[in-house]
DNA sequence: AAATGGTTTAACCATATGGTCAATTTTACC
DNA sequence: GGTAAAATTGACCATATGGTTAAACCATTT
């Protein structure tokens, strides 16, 4: 009948991969588990997609140009530069939040140094024209010269905004397990954890970027 | 003759496996290439490590406790805390660029959620009673209460600076990507940028943990 | 020099795994 | 209903891979 138009097998094989290839990596996916989790036979990934490559190579773009996209969106249009700044910490770690793999994934993948991976960040690089960094640096250059930042390179502040929102998931289990070495019994609440952490970073890395007089 | 102290056929193979391990994690890596890195037969790993997981394992433990000891040692005995802070991202980002695949290596293992990495870390966290994080929490929040840091929690603030530090080290490959994105042409100086890096998380957060007044 | 015990190797084994094939089922169209 | 094309499957294949075995090698002792 399929009257609620469930999603084609194509489609359940992407999502299944995406699981897959996102917990275990290029080389700890298996196609059988693939197939399991998309509930078909194992076949059917070489018919739609030859070469497990190539479904890493789909599930890869998708990810990349969801996940760049999706930044773009997060740089806000508010009107001073702390509003900017805090929308966009604010939603790069919502997004972050729903998909807590994606760094670890996309960073394990480029340092590995394949091919697939480069080419497809280049590509997608190219027809995004990457206008957040661009924008975000040609923004924080503009409240300097309006003399209401301080001198800091706007391309490393930018890298640290990211680390600061990023590292946190990508490094989870072992910032859990410091934490509760260093609080013990002390369950953790990671929603209040979240909600601390966005709060920290905009503190932090706003003031760290504001005018200021001395320097030590 | 062996006049020279030659390292012993098992540590040729740990070496052999930590590199293989570091660039290609533990299902990516394969016996014979760590053999031939070696420059022994593959009979020999089982000999003396009999499988495949023991000789992770020992690598595993081997990083992890060079690398938290090393971090411990980061923690210099500087008079202030902006002397200690300094201190601490120098030595951190130098650690990391004398070993900059090991922070990936240790969080995609993490995140895998194999128990052998759990264990490992857990011994190694008590076994070095984590003076480190400790320490520094207690000398943030000392100052805090003498009124020249701010309220910032100082868990949240060291995560940052690891994030700020690490972060760089993980993503290389797409920083470099974005970067020649946005300036295109200009060939990538690590040292300069590396150099220019560690005074930028300084200035950033050292400023952004001093105390201030308003809050926008 | 024979014996002994640790070390090293080539050949081999069992299984896992990505991928193919032929046959069957389903769908679309007449 | 019949037919052709697309979709789907179970059986199968070739190779890669972790691991084992038995024999050879080598140093030390007697």
């Known amino acids: ?3 609620q138009a469930d999603p084609s097998k194509e489609e359940l094989i992407l999502r299944a991969a995406g699981d897959v290839f996102l917990e275990k990596g290029l080389s700890g996916a298996r196609m059988q588990e693939i197939a399991d989790r998309a509930g078909i036979n194992k076949t059917l990934l070489h018919y ?3 070469t497990k490559k190539n479904i890493y190579a789909r599930i890869l773009g998708k990810v990349f140009s969801a996940f760049f996209s999706q930044i773009e969106e997060a740089f806000g249009d508010g009107s001073s530069f702390a509003a900017v700044l805090r929308q966009f910490i604010d939603r790069l770690l919502d997004l972050l ?3 807590p793999r994606v760094p670890l994934f996309l960073m394990q993948e ?3 140094g394949g091919t697939i991976a480069r080419d497809i960040l280049v590509k997608t690089l190219a027809h995004q024209r990457m206008t ?3 924008r975000l640096v040609a923004l924080i250059r503009q409240e300097q010269q309006a003399g209401h930042l301080g001198p800091v390179d706007p391309i490393q502040f930018m890298i640290t905004v ?5 590292y946190f998931f990508a490094a989870e289990p072992i910032v859990r397990e410091v934490l509760a070495s260093i609080q013990p019994g002390k369950p953790f609440d990671r929603e209040a954890f ?3 952490r966005r709060q920290s970073i905009f503190d932090v890395l706003y003031y760290g970027l ?7």
């Open 48 to 50: 739609y997609f030859r």
């Open 194 to 196: 979240l909600a601390q």
């Open 97 to 99: 939040a729903a998909n």
């Open 132 to 134: 957040l960094p661009k």
């Open 162 to 166: 990211l680390g600061s929102c990023i």
């Open 110 to 112: 480029l340092a590995q």
């Open 210 to 216: 504001k005018k200021r007089e001395q320097s030590p």
């Open 1 to 3: 009948m399929n009257t």
